[in-house]
C-alpha cells in the first residue's frame, strides 16, 4: 500500500522503536507464491491481498529492490525475512493490523514537548535502555487516581493513539496495556476530570501511576457508555453490554426531582417497564424477576421504593451503573434477562467531603473520607429521605389525606488498604418503604444487605479475591382495623461466598472463580393481632435452598480480524429439607382435593436437585477499524422465581425456590450486531438482532389463588417462552449537542400446551406474556446552551402492553359474570411520555468550596394519561365499558438543589 511521504513519515515518527524489531506478526496466515525478480512493493502489494495486514513505508526506501524467491505455505514472518535479505531494511509490527518497513538502525524521533492543552509534557521512564527487555512486547500499568478524592478512577481511557492500543482502568483505577519497548505518548482521558497526556519511555515491564483532576469547567455531556475507548464500540468483543456514568444520570430529567438509575437504564434499548408505578424493569422481552441487581455485589430482590416510583439507589453514592443484557460474563449467573452491576463509591482518600440534594418530595446527603492520618482507610457513609407524607396531607383529596407514603434508605462503605497488594472492602445498606391507602391498612417493606471483599495482589499477573455477601427482603402488611387486626409477613434472605481468581497474559485475561449462596423463603405468614379480630391465622412452611456454581471465562485476540470471549459456568441447584412434598394422583390435574399424599424430608435432606452446564461465547470479526460484526450465545439458569398475578413487581409477590414441581428456567440466547463509527467516532451505530428460548417459564391458571396457598404448585403452569427482537442505536458523544436515539422491536411469547385443557392456556398456542411491547423508541438529548446552562430532554414512546379483555357477559342470579377472551390478546393504549430539564451551575471557580447546582424538571411536559391498567364497568344488557386506570396523568414540575462541598 502506497502512502504519500508525509504520511508514512508521521506514522514512522510515532511508532518506530529505537532497536531492530524482527517481532513474530500475530497472523497466522501460510503465503504460497512465486516471484522471479518482482520488485518488493509488488511484493507487499500481493501480501496486502492475501492478509488482513497492511505495510507502511516510504517508496524511495523500496527502490531497485527485487526479490527472487518460491515459498510453499510459508508463515508470514519468514516470508518477510527472506524478502528482506542482503537489504539494509528490517519490519516490525506495531499493530495487530499493520507492519512497518524500515532502514535498520532508523532513529526514533522525539515525541512532542507538550500536551493537548498546552502544558510541558512530563517524561516518565521505565526501567533503563541498556538492560531493555528483548520481547516483542513489555507491560505498562499503573493506577489512575481522583486529585480530590484519591479514590481510583474507574473506567478512564489509557491509548496510545500511534499504535492504536488502549485499555480501561478497572473498578480499583488499575490498568495494563501491552506495547512495544521504545517512547510511547500515553494519554489519560475521562469523563469530567482533565485528560493528561505523557511521555513513556518504556524499556521492560513497569507501573506508572497518574492523578487526574477536576475540569473547571465540566461540560454536561450525555453519553449512554462513558467508559470507553473512542471505537471500543466497533473493537470491544461484548455486545449488549452498556454503561452510565453517574455524571451522565443526574444531569437527566428528574421525577420530582430525584436522580433515578433505573430511569436512566429504562431509556437504552431492548429496556422496557409495564408503566409507570410498576416496580422493576423489563429486559428484551423477560420479567422483571430475570433481572440479576447487584448493588455493590449485593443482590436486590426488591429494587424499587414507592411502587417503582423511585429506585433503592442513592445517585450521590453510586460510581458507575453497567448492564449486561447480551454477552453476560461467566461470573454471573443465576437469571435468564441480564445482569444490572451497580457499583458504590469508595470514599474520599484526601480530606472529608460533602455532597447532598434537596427536592420537593426527598432529600439526600453523603459524608465521606479518610479515617486515620494515613489515609488507608476511607470511609463514605449517604442517607435519604422523603417527606411524602407532608404532601399528601396538603392535597384536596380526602382519600389522600388520610393515605401516606414515605421511604428511606442508609448506605455504608469502609475500605481499608492493607499494604500495597492487600485491599479490605467493607459495604452495607439499608432501606425501608411504608405506604398506606387509609390508616387501617398499611405496608412496609425493607431491603438488608451487607458485603466483606479481600482482594490480593499475588503478582503483576495474578489477582485474586474472597467475598461474602448477606441479602434480605421482608414484607409486612397489617390491618389495624378492630375486626380483622392481622399482620401478613414474607421474603427471603440469602448469603453468598464467592472465591476468584484473574490472570492478565497479554492477550489473555483468564477469570476463573465459585460461587456458593443459601437461600431461606419465607412465603408467607398470617397472624391476629388481637383478642377482637376474625383473622384465622396461617403460616406456609420455610422452604431453604442451596446453590453453587464453578465458573471460567478466557478473553483473548484470535488474529488481527478476529477476537473472542469464551465462557463455561457449571451450576446446580438442591432444595433441601425439612419440608413437605404433597403427592397427587397420577394422570390428574393438581389440585388440593387429588393429593394423595405428602412426604417428609429432614433437615438437611435432598427434596429436588437439579445442575447443568451454561456456556457463553463472544466473536468479534474486525471487517475494517471503522466497523464490525459481533455474534453470541449464552445459556442461562435460573433457579428462584418470583410469583406473581400482576405485572410488575409487588410488595405482596413472594420468592419460590424450584423445587419437585417447579423446575429451573434455562434461556438460550443467539445474538448477532454489526457496529459502525462515523466522523472519526463522533458517531456510533450499532444494530443488534436476538433470539431466545425459555425453558420451564411460569404463567398462572385461570382463577389462580396464589395468596397463602399450600400447593401454590398446583396454581402455576410451566410452558415453553420465546423472545426475539432487534435493538438500534444511533449515538452522539460529543459537542455542545449530543445524546442517543434508539429502536426497540422486541417480541415476547409464551406457550403452555397439556393433554389436559384445564392445564393449558389458549388452546396450547402462542400467546404474548404480559411485558410483550413490540415497538420502543427512546430520544435522549443534551444541549451545553453556555458554560453554565443545560438543557437536556428524554422521550419514549413504546406499544401498550397486553391485557385480557372480557369478550361478554351473562347474569347468574342476578350478578353480573364477566366471559373473557383468549389470555392477553389485547392491548392497552401506547404510552408516549416527554421530559424536560434545565440544568444551572452556580460557579465555576477553581478553588470553590461550595459548589452548587440548580435542576428544573418537567416530567409528562404535555400531560399524556398513559394508562397502567384498563378496567371495565359491566352493566346489564351492555357491552362492558373500558375505562383506564392512570397513575401519572397531569405535567410534574419539579426544582432540586445540589451541593458538593
Same mark, same amino acid.
Given at each position: 500500500?502506497?502512502?504519500?511521504?508525509?504520511?508514512?513519515?508521521?506514522?514512522?515518527?510515532?511508532?518506530?522503536?529505537?532497536?531492530?524489531?524482527?517481532?513474530?506478526?500475530?497472523?497466522?496466515?501460510?503465503?504460497?507464491?512465486?516471484?522471479?525478480?518482482?520488485?518488493?512493493?509488488?511484493?507487499?502489494?500481493?501480501?496486502?491481498?492475501?492478509?488482513?495486514?497492511?505495510?507502511?513505508?516510504?517508496?524511495?526506501?523500496?527502490?531497485?529492490?527485487?526479490?527472487?524467491?518460491?515459498?510453499?505455505?510459508? *508463515?508470514?514472518?519468514?516470508?518477510?525475512?527472506?524478502?528482506?535479505?542482503?537489504?539494509?531494511?528490517?519490519?516490525?509490527?506495531?499493530?495487530?493490523?499493520?507492519?512497518?518497513?524500515?532502514?535498520?538502525?532508523?532513529?526514533?524521533?522525539?515525541?512532542?514537548?507538550?500536551?493537548?492543552?498546552?502544558?510541558?509534557? @512530563?517524561?516518565?521512564?521505565?526501567?533503563?535502555?541498556?538492560?531493555?527487555?528483548?520481547?516483542?512486547?513489555?507491560?505498562?500499568?499503573?493506577?489512575?487516581?481522583?486529585?480530590?478524592?484519591?479514590?481510583?478512577?474507574? %473506567?478512564?481511557?489509557?491509548?496510545?493513539?500511534?499504535?492504536?492500543?488502549?485499555?480501561?482502568?478497572? !473498578?480499583?483505577?488499575?490498568?495494563?496495556?501491552?506495547?512495544?519497548?521504545?517512547?510511547?505518548?500515553?494519554?489519560?482521558?475521562?469523563?469530567?476530570?482533565?485528560?493528561?497526556?505523557?511521555?513513556?519511555?518504556?524499556?521492560?515491564?513497569?507501573?506508572?501511576?497518574?492523578?487526574?483532576?477536576? @475540569?473547571?469547567?465540566?461540560?454536561?455531556?450525555?453519553?449512554?457508555?462513558?467508559?470507553?475507548?473512542?471505537?471500543?464500540?466497533?473493537?470491544?468483543?461484548?455486545?449488549?453490554?452498556?454503561?452510565?456514568?453517574?455524571?451522565?444520570?443526574?444531569?437527566? *430529567?428528574?421525577?420530582?426531582?430525584?436522580?433515578?438509575?433505573?430511569? !436512566?437504564?429504562?431509556?437504552?434499548?431492548?429496556?422496557?417497564?409495564?408503566?409507570?408505578?410498576?416496580?422493576?424493569?423489563?429486559?428484551?422481552?423477560?420479567?422483571?424477576?430475570?433481572?440479576?441487581?447487584?448493588?455493590?455485589?449485593?443482590?436486590?430482590?426488591?429494587?424499587?421504593?414507592?411502587?417503582?416510583?423511585?429506585?433503592?439507589?442513592?445517585?450521590?453514592?453510586?460510581?458507575?451503573?453497567?448492564?449486561?443484557?447480551?454477552?453476560?460474563?461467566?461470573?454471573?449467573?443465576?437469571?435468564?434477562?441480564?445482569?444490572?452491576?451497580?457499583?458504590?463509591?469508595?470514599?474520599?482518600?484526601?480530606?472529608?467531603?460533602?455532597?447532598?440534594?434537596?427536592?420537593?418530595?426527598?432529600?439526600?446527603?453523603?459524608?465521606?473520607?479518610?479515617?486515620?492520618?494515613?489515609?488507608?482507610?476511607?470511609?463514605?457513609?449517604? %442517607?435519604?429521605?422523603?417527606?411524602?407524607?407532608?404532601?399528601?396531607?396538603?392535597?384536596?383529596?380526602?382519600?389522600?389525606?388520610?393515605?401516606?407514603?414515605?421511604?428511606?434508605?442508609?448506605?455504608?462503605?469502609?475500605?481499608?488498604?492493607?499494604?500495597?497488594?492487600?485491599?479490605?472492602?467493607?459495604?452495607?445498606?439499608?432501606?425501608?418503604?411504608?405506604?398506606?391507602?387509609?390508616?387501617?391498612?398499611?405496608?412496609?417493606?425493607? $431491603?438488608?444487605?451487607?458485603?466483606?471483599?479481600?482482594?490480593?495482589?499475588?503478582?503483576?499477573?495474578?489477582?485474586?479475591?474472597?467475598?461474602?455477601?448477606?441479602?434480605?427482603?421482608?414484607?409486612?402488611?397489617?390491618?389495624?382495623?378492630?375486626? /380483622?387486626?392481622?399482620?401478613?409477613?414474607?421474603?427471603?434472605?440469602?448469603?453468598?461466598?464467592?472465591?476468584?481468581?484473574?490472570?492478565?497474559?497479554?492477550?489473555?485475561?483468564?477469570?476463573?472463580?465459585?460461587?456458593?449462596?443459601?437461600?431461606?423463603?419465607?412465603?408467607?405468614?398470617? !397472624?391476629?393481632?388481637?383478642?377482637?379480630?376474625?383473622?384465622?391465622?396461617?403460616?406456609?412452611?420455610?422452604?431453604?435452598?442451596?446453590?453453587?456454581?464453578?465458573?471460567?471465562?478466557?478473553?483473548?485476540?484470535?488474529?488481527?480480524?478476529?477476537?473472542?470471549?469464551?465462557?463455561?459456568?457449571?451450576?446446580?441447584?438442591? $432444595?433441601?429439607?425439612?419440608?413437605?412434598?404433597?403427592?397427587?394422583?397420577?394422570?390428574?390435574?393438581?389440585?388440593? /382435593?387429588?393429593?394423595?399424599?405428602?412426604?417428609?424430608?429432614?433437615?438437611?435432606?435432598?427434596?429436588?436437585?437439579?445442575?447443568?452446564?451454561?456456556?457463553?461465547?463472544?466473536?468479534?470479526?474486525?471487517?475494517?477499524?471503522?466497523?464490525?460484526?459481533?455474534?453470541?450465545?449464552?445459556?442461562?439458569?435460573?433457579?428462584?422465581?418470583?410469583?406473581?398475578?400482576?405485572?410488575?413487581?409487588?410488595?405482596?409477590?413472594?420468592?419460590?425456590?424450584?423445587?419437585?414441581?417447579?423446575?429451573?428456567?434455562?434461556?438460550?440466547?443467539?445474538?448477532?450486531?454489526?457496529?459502525?463509527?462515523?466522523?472519526?467516532?463522533?458517531?456510533?451505530?450499532?444494530?443488534?438482532?436476538?433470539?431466545?428460548?425459555?425453558?420451564?417459564?411460569?404463567?398462572?391458571?385461570?382463577?389462580?389463588?396464589?395468596?397463602?396457598?399450600?400447593?401454590?404448585?398446583?396454581?402455576?403452569?410451566?410452558?415453553?417462552?420465546?423472545?426475539?427482537?432487534?435493538?438500534?442505536?444511533?449515538?452522539?458523544?460529543?459537542?455542545?449537542?449530543? =445524546?442517543?436515539?434508539?429502536?426497540?422491536?422486541?417480541?415476547?411469547?409464551?406457550?403452555?400446551?397439556?393433554?389436559?385443557?384445564?392445564?393449558?392456556?389458549?388452546? =396450547?398456542?402462542?400467546?404474548?406474556? @404480559?411485558?410483550?411491547?413490540?415497538?420502543?423508541?427512546?430520544?435522549?438529548?443534551?444541549?451545553?446552551? $453556555?458554560?453554565?446552562? !443545560?438543557?437536556?430532554?428524554?422521550?419514549?414512546?413504546?406499544?401498550?402492553?397486553?391485557?385480557?379483555?372480557?369478550?361478554?357477559?351473562?347474569?347468574?342470579?342476578?350478578?353480573?359474570?364477566?366471559?373473557?377472551? *383468549?389470555?392477553?390478546?389485547?392491548?392497552?393504549?401506547?404510552?408516549? /411520555?416527554?421530559?424536560?430539564?434545565?440544568?444551572?451551575?452556580?460557579?465555576?471557580?477553581?478553588?470553590?468550596?461550595?459548589?452548587?447546582?440548580?435542576?428544573?424538571?418537567?416530567?409528562?411536559?404535555?400531560?399524556?394519561?398513559?394508562?397502567?391498567?384498563?378496567?371495565?364497568?359491566?352493566?346489564?344488557?351492555?357491552?362492558?365499558?373500558?375505562?383506564?386506570?392512570?397513575?401519572?396523568?397531569?405535567?410534574?414540575?419539579?426544582?432540586?438543589?445540589?451541593?458538593?462541598?
Amino acid at each position: 500500500m502506497r502512502f504519500p511521504f508525509l504520511a508514512s513519515l508521521v506514522a514512522c515518527f510515532l511508532v518506530l522503536i529505537p532497536f531492530l524489531g524482527t517481532a513474530q506478526t500475530s497472523s497466522d496466515s501460510l503465503i504460497t507464491a512465486r516471484y522471479e525478480q518482482a520488485p518488493l512493493q509488488t511484493i507487499l502489494s500481493d501480501l496486502e491481498k492475501k492478509t488482513p495486514l497492511r505495510f507502511y513505508y516510504q517508496s524511495q526506501w523500496l527502490q531497485d529492490i527485487k526479490v527472487t524467491a518460491v515459498f510453499d505455505r510459508t *508463515p508470514l514472518p519468514e516470508v518477510l525475512r527472506k524478502s528482506l535479505e542482503g537489504t539494509t531494511l528490517e519490519f516490525i509490527q506495531y499493530h495487530p493490523f499493520a507492519i512497518v518497513i524500515k532502514p535498520a538502525g532508523f532513529v526514533q524521533p522525539v515525541l512532542a514537548t507538550k500536551d493537548s492543552q498546552g502544558r510541558p509534557l @512530563n517524561r516518565v521512564q521505565v526501567g533503563s535502555p541498556q538492560n531493555a527487555s528483548k520481547a516483542a512486547k513489555v507491560t505498562l500499568r499503573g493506577r489512575l487516581v481522583h486529585s480530590k478524592t484519591g479514590e481510583g478512577v474507574a %473506567g478512564a481511557t489509557v491509548a496510545v493513539t500511534a499504535m492504536k492500543a488502549g485499555a480501561m482502568s478497572d !473498578a480499583n483505577g488499575d490498568y495494563e496495556l501491552s506495547l512495544p519497548v521504545g517512547e510511547h505518548l500515553v494519554s489519560y482521558r475521562v469523563v469530567g476530570l482533565m485528560p493528561e497526556e505523557r511521555i513513556v519511555a518504556l524499556y521492560n515491564s513497569g507501573k506508572v501511576d497518574v492523578t487526574l483532576y477536576e @475540569n473547571a469547567v465540566a461540560l454536561n455531556e450525555v453519553q449512554i457508555n462513558s467508559e470507553r475507548l473512542t471505537d471500543q464500540n466497533v473493537n470491544s468483543i461484548e455486545m449488549g453490554v452498556n454503561k452510565l456514568d453517574m455524571g451522565v444520570v443526574r444531569k437527566m *430529567p428528574t421525577f420530582m426531582g430525584e436522580a433515578d438509575v433505573v430511569k !436512566a437504564v429504562m431509556l437504552l434499548p431492548g429496556v422496557s417497564s409495564v408503566g409507570e408505578g410498576s416496580g422493576g424493569f423489563n429486559v428484551r422481552g423477560g420479567s422483571t424477576d430475570q433481572n440479576l441487581v447487584l448493588m455493590g455485589g449485593v443482590p436486590v430482590y426488591n429494587p424499587s421504593h414507592l411502587f417503582g416510583f423511585f429506585s433503592v439507589f442513592n445517585p450521590d453514592a453510586v460510581q458507575d451503573v453497567t448492564l449486561y443484557r447480551g454477552g453476560i460474563p461467566a461470573q454471573f449467573g443465576g437469571r435468564l434477562s441480564s445482569v444490572l452491576d451497580v457499583k458504590q463509591k469508595e470514599g474520599n482518600k484526601n480530606k472529608l467531603t460533602g455532597k447532598g440534594a434537596l427536592g420537593p418530595v426527598t432529600s439526600r446527603l453523603v459524608l465521606e473520607g479518610p479515617l486515620g492520618a494515613s489515609k488507608n482507610t476511607t470511609f463514605l457513609v449517604a %442517607g435519604r429521605v422523603s417527606y411524602l407524607d407532608w404532601f399528601l396531607k396538603r392535597l384536596k383529596d380526602e382519600q389522600l389525606r388520610r393515605s401516606s407514603a414515605s421511604f428511606y434508605d442508609i448506605t455504608a462503605q469502609v475500605n481499608h488498604q492493607l499494604g500495597a497488594k492487600d485491599k479490605i472492602s467493607i459495604g452495607g445498606y439499608y432501606s425501608s418503604d411504608a405506604f398506606g391507602f387509609t390508616k387501617d391498612s398499611l405496608y412496609n417493606w425493607q $431491603n438488608i444487605g451487607a458485603s466483606v471483599k479481600h482482594t490480593h495482589t499475588f503478582s503483576e499477573k495474578w489477582v485474586g479475591s474472597l467475598s461474602g455477601v448477606i441479602s434480605k427482603y421482608s414484607f409486612e402488611a397489617t390491618d389495624e382495623l378492630a375486626s /380483622r387486626a392481622s399482620s401478613f409477613k414474607n421474603g427471603l434472605w440469602s448469603v453468598e461466598v464467592k472465591p476468584e481468581l484473574t490472570y492478565y497474559a497479554g492477550k489473555h485475561q483468564i477469570t476463573a472463580g465459585f460461587q456458593g449462596t443459601r437461600y431461606e423463603f419465607q412465603p408467607g405468614i398470617l !397472624a391476629a393481632t388481637s383478642e377482637e379480630s376474625s383473622v384465622n391465622g396461617s403460616a406456609l412452611p420455610y422452604q431453604q435452598s442451596m446453590e453453587g456454581a464453578l465458573y471460567l471465562s478466557d478473553e483473548y485476540t484470535i488474529s488481527p480480524r478476529w477476537s473472542a470471549m469464551v465462557g463455561l459456568r457449571f451450576s446446580s441447584f438442591w $432444595n433441601i429439607g425439612p419440608g413437605d412434598v404433597y403427592v397427587y394422583a397420577p394422570g390428574e390435574t393438581k389440585r388440593i /382435593r387429588t393429593i394423595q399424599d405428602t412426604l417428609h424430608f429432614d433437615a438437611g435432606q435432598t427434596i429436588a436437585r437439579y445442575s447443568g452446564l451454561e456456556p457463553r461465547v463472544s466473536l468479534k470479526f474486525s471487517i475494517t477499524e471503522n466497523n464490525s460484526l459481533k455474534a453470541g450465545y449464552q445459556r442461562m439458569r435460573q433457579y428462584i422465581h418470583l410469583v406473581s398475578s400482576t405485572v410488575g413487581i409487588s410488595p405482596i409477590d413472594f420468592w419460590q425456590t424450584s423445587n419437585s414441581f417447579i423446575q429451573p428456567q434455562v434461556g438460550d440466547q443467539y445474538s448477532l450486531g454489526y457496529f459502525h463509527n462515523f466522523l472519526d467516532n463522533a458517531l456510533e451505530f450499532s444494530i443488534e438482532g436476538y433470539y431466545k428460548d425459555i425453558q420451564n417459564q411460569l404463567d398462572y391458571k385461570e382463577g389462580a389463588d396464589l395468596w397463602l396457598n399450600p400447593a401454590v404448585e398446583a396454581d402455576l403452569l410451566a410452558g415453553k417462552g420465546r423472545t426475539y427482537g432487534a435493538e438500534v442505536l444511533l449515538s452522539k458523544k460529543s459537542g455542545r449537542f449530543t =445524546g442517543w436515539t434508539s429502536y426497540t422491536y422486541a417480541r415476547s411469547q409464551i406457550k403452555v400446551a397439556s393433554e389436559r385443557p384445564e392445564e393449558e392456556i389458549n388452546k =396450547g398456542e402462542w400467546y404474548s406474556s @404480559n411485558h410483550d411491547k413490540p415497538h420502543t423508541f427512546n430520544l435522549v438529548t443534551a444541549w451545553q446552551m $453556555n458554560r453554565r446552562v !443545560a438543557l437536556t430532554s428524554n422521550f419514549t414512546y413504546s406499544t401498550g402492553r397486553p391485557t385480557t379483555a372480557p369478550i361478554g357477559q351473562y347474569l347468574n342470579d342476578g350478578r353480573i359474570i364477566p366471559i373473557y377472551g *383468549p389470555r392477553n390478546q389485547a392491548r392497552i393504549p401506547d404510552y408516549h /411520555r416527554l421530559d424536560l430539564s434545565l440544568t444551572i451551575e452556580t460557579n465555576h471557580k477553581k478553588d470553590k468550596k461550595w459548589e452548587g447546582r440548580w435542576n428544573f424538571s418537567v416530567s409528562n411536559v404535555y400531560g399524556r394519561k398513559n394508562a397502567y391498567s384498563v378496567f371495565y364497568r359491566h352493566e346489564k344488557f351492555s357491552v362492558p365499558k373500558p375505562y383506564k386506570l392512570s397513575v401519572v396523568g397531569i405535567p410534574l414540575p419539579s426544582i432540586s438543589y445540589e451541593f458538593k462541598f
